[in-house]
């Protein structure tokens, strides 16, 4: 049988599994049955394949077929071929389905404790191939990186109205005073709002430092007396790795307490109802075409006992996409 290569006649994968599967079974009738298709579907996926590379790839015989010389250097240059084309395939399948890709989180507080890190580093031991970054930037920042689609959710102090958002009021964490172990405030294992009326209370520029700032002012504003309290256009790690030593003290949020300062000591601030409190919010765009974002939100309600709905979402769920 003289056969002549086509150059417009490309093969496809579908004619190498084919082929591969007849070498491994040996015969047209048990590769057929493995791959569960017609006999004389195979039989012409692999003539067809043979006359597009020009030469024979099997000896055929009432016994079956065995390769040829050129056969077997076929085959074994498409085992890789198929191999990769599954690996694809399965790739793409994930990362349809949120189960693979990439998740950019933003945020504008530390994640070195508190339900943020939590969530994160949960999500990441039921996905790990779900590649997270998470960009850290001033809530301008962050709300701009939203609207041009670079940033797929963003965690934020407090709630805030923007357009074309959806927010997801998530969690409250404690607020913490941060001071110097030769502060005799440190000897307090609870801190009031009225004890930082002669407090020299430092805070970042930077967010969440106009937040605190804000909440701090609230709270002792009705007192008559106003705190000492000076912005800095320092990092909040800076801020508090400056505290050993001295009189001055900051006000973090829990997800900072993680982090440990010489000389410097965590005491949690309570007001009149008991312990001082400061909401997240999570905000999104639903048209933002990203499967891992639409499986966190899920994740994140199952994990907090939230409804909230997920329009696209529900489609999925209810065809078994995710």
């Not at 520029?205 to 309290?229: F, K, N, T």
């Amino acid at each position: 049988m003289k056969l002549i290569a086509s150059d417009l006649m490309p093969f496809d994968i579908r004619q190498l599994r084919h082929a591969i599967a007849a070498a491994d079974h040996g015969s047209f009738y048990r590769a057929a049955r493995a791959l569960d298709v017609e006999q004389s579907t195979l039989s012409r996926s692999v003539q067809k394949l043979e006359r597009i590379v020009g030469t024979a790839i099997f000896e055929r015989s009432r016994a079956g077929v065995s390769m040829t010389t050129a056969g077997k250097a076929f085959i074994r240059g498409a085992r890789p071929m198929v191999a990769t084309a599954d690996n694809l395939m399965t790739i793409m399948r994930a990362v349809g389905q949120g189960r693979a890709g990439v998740l950019i989180f933003g945020h504008n507080s530390s994640v070195s404790a508190g339900n943020l890190r939590a969530t994160i580093m949960n999500w990441r031991d039921t996905y790990p191939d779900v590649e997270i970054e998470c960009v850290e930037a001033d809530r301008g920042a962050l709300l701009a990186g939203l609207d041009s689609g670079e940033i797929d959710i963003a965690f934020l102090l407090g709630e805030i109205r923007h357009a074309d958002l959806r927010i997801l009021p998530l969690w409250s964490e404690r607020i913490f005073l941060a001071l110097s172990t030769i502060n005799p405030l440190a000897k307090s294992e609870i801190i009031h709002w009225t004890d930082l009326r002669c407090q020299r209370v430092l805070l970042p520029v930077a967010d969440p430092g106009a937040e605190l700032r804000d909440m701090l002012l609230g709270r002792l504003g009705a007192l008559g007396r106003q705190p000492e309290i000076h912005m800095r256009r320092s990092s909040r790690e800076t801020l508090l790795s400056t505290l050993g030593g001295g009189l001055d003290v900051t006000i973090v949020c829990e997800g900072s307490i993680g982090a440990r300062y010489p000389e410097v000591v965590y005491r949690p601030i309570h007001g009149e109802q008991g312990q001082a409190l400061a909401g997240y919010s999570a905000y999104w765009r639903d048209e933002r075409d990203n499967a891992a974002l639409q499986r966190f939100l899920v994740f994140v309600g199952q994990r907090y006992a939230l409804s909230f709905d997920l329009p696209k979402l529900g489609k999925q769920l209810k065809s078994g996409g995710l």
